[in-house]
Nanobody, 124 residues
Framework: QVQLVESGGGLVQAGGSLRLSCAAS????????MGWYRQAPGKQRELVAT???????NYEDSVKGRFTISRDNAKNTVYLQMNSLKPEDTADYYC??????????????????WGQGTQVTVSS
């Protein structure tokens, strides 16, 4: 099984910065797209940013110019550097990874997994 573990959330004042990390572990043959999503109370989960294995990135409009997604393929880890944080960035942030794994039986198959989430709170 492939698992994703996030870290780096916390409480920060508006205008501050946080860096989230998400490490993938398990029987991973390759990870293609990795991404960050967030879910604020009472709202649906939304895309924040994604990055492909070749480092092509995509950002939600409200975070462009403030957030930067990056990855270390050797470590199967994705990062989200969040600068100029705003109270509206407050949410639970979830990591997502899509790729190829080998099961216990040796069968190769695609995976699409989520981390457990990390809370980000931005005070005004």
């Amino acid at each position: 099984q492939v698992q994703l573990v996030e870290s780096g959330g916390g409480l920060v004042q508006a205008g501050g910065s946080l860096r989230l990390s998400c490490a993938a572990s398990g029987s991973i043959l390759s990870i293609n797209t990795m991404g960050w999503y967030r879910q604020a109370p009472g709202k649906q989960r939304e895309l924040v940013a994604t990055i492909t294995r070749g480092s092509s990135t995509n950002y939600e409009d409200s975070v462009k110019g403030r957030f930067t997604i990056s990855r270390d393929n050797a470590k199967n880890t994705v990062y989200l550097q969040m600068n100029s944080l705003k109270p509206e960035d407050t949410a639970d942030y979830y990591c997502n990874g899509q790729g190829v794994t080998r099961g216990a039986s040796g069968v190769v198959y695609n995976f699409n997994v989520w981390g457990q989430g990390t809370q980000v709170t931005v005070s005004s």
